[in-house]
């Protein structure tokens, strides 16, 4: 009865005594074992070492590094020339004044009544023929500077001759900037009326293409709303090629955007420079506009 | 990581980058476990020693190839078993009883007349040992090899039968009736 049943495992004192024996017992390899073994390792793991290092050796060899300090100096490069010449390709710019015989005495004449409801604009400008494309894309701050500084001589001085219009179109425009740059410092220091006249300037614009293209810098959702029932092309250009669309987007109006992408504009239409819609909201941080405009296909 | 608590795979590894002190460590750590594997199934020194350096130089060639998938007791002692049926030293030698005994009878004899060691101490030490030598002398050849396996290797059941390619019943049983026959053998000589 003393005997262990088949099925308990038999005795953890076996392997206790095993192991009892066996630390007293004094066998051991010999020591020439020892010393073979550790010579032969030690052999093997130099000739891997050494096999290693020629490995390096021979890959630095076939794979010469001289050109590493070649193109990391030519990226560097690039990547600086991007950081002076991007931000000048993707701020918005005032587009130069395109002289228009037909537009100037109206806007002329517009600066004379400045309450002239956007109506009436659009039925005078359909009634006209189609205006080169420099006449289209007449800046709205440019008509504006004009109607605000009184200068009804620079339109009339356009018609002459192109090098005569593109004289005046230099002149208008450097008014123009003058003329913007009075304007926003007139509402940095909180006078309304200067803040009207910037508001209430698209409507003076004769040209609805450029009305457009201001609707939506400003973000002036009503105006765009209106226009865009008279605005033959919604992906109009300016001068520098820019659409309505491009330009709501460097000015970050999420809302044009929007609008301009529900009524059909072209989301992947680039500048003159290449840039698209999509590029620019990138650029300028815009990450809701980019979104709409992936929504709409934009690349 | 001290190279006393760096896994052997670790160790391997190292050594199969060309680290040799890595290797040093493996060897001195599992030295003994496999010399009395090898001396205990075999039962003879010489036979032992020449086999342990078979192992071992194969450990040092193989560890480029070593993946592990298994641990490296595993592998080591498959090495070992395999190393032994080839040279098939096993079945021209049959363990004999008395070369066992010879052997160890030799070794305590060198032990009993170090000074340090009293002749109670010895006594025990010769009986002991002695009646171990006998023991596993009479089990099995499969039974000793699983048992030696395992508690040699600190192996498992399953690792036990993957080494001797059985299955995982057969091998319980051997290791079960290898542990029912030492415990008799033993018990007569305590």
Known sequence: MNKVPPDQDPADDVDAQYRRASALDPSRPGEAVRRAVLAHAAQL??????AV??????????????????????LAAAGLAALVIAPQLLTPRAPPVAGSAAIAPAADNLASAPATPPPAVSAEITARP??????ANLPSYSARARSKTNEPTAAPAVEATPLAQTAGARAADTGAAVAGVSAARQRMAGNPTAATSVSAAPRADTNP???????????DLAALATLVETQADIDA????????LMIATLHGEADAVAALLA????????????????????????????AALRRHGAR | MTDAGESDEALLGRYARGNAAAFEVLYRRHEMRIWRYLERNVGNRATADELMQEVWFA?????VRYEPTARFTTWLFTIARNRMIDSNRISRRQVSLEAIGYEAESVLAQLTTEPSVGPLAAAVVRDQASALARALCQLPLEQRDAFLLQIEGDLSIEE???????????????????????????????
């Open chain 1, 45 to 50: 793991a130099a000739e891997r070492a050494s």
């Open chain 1, 53 to 74: 290092a020629g490995r390096l050796k021979s890959r630095r060899t076939a794979h010469p590094t001289w050109w590493r300090p070649a193109i990391f100096g030519t």
């Open chain 1, 130 to 135: 189609p205006a080169p494309v420099h006449s």
């Open chain 1, 209 to 219: 293409a450029a009305a457009f293209r201001h609707a939506a810098e400003v973000g």
């Open chain 1, 237 to 244: 250009r300016d001068s520098a090629g820019r659409t309505a």
């Open chain 1, 263 to 290: 009524y059909g504009a072209d989301p992947n239409a680039a500048d003159a420079n290449g840039t698209t819609p999509l590029q620019a909201a990138t650029a300028g941080d815009h990450p809701a506009i980019a």
């Open chain 2, 59 to 63: 450990v040092a060639r193989d560890a």
């Open chain 2, 160 to 190: 036990v039968a993957t080494i001797t390619r059985s299955s995982f019943e057969t091998t319980k049983s051997r290791l079960r009736y290898a542990r029912l026959k030492l415990r008799e053998l033993l018990s007569e000589y305590a």
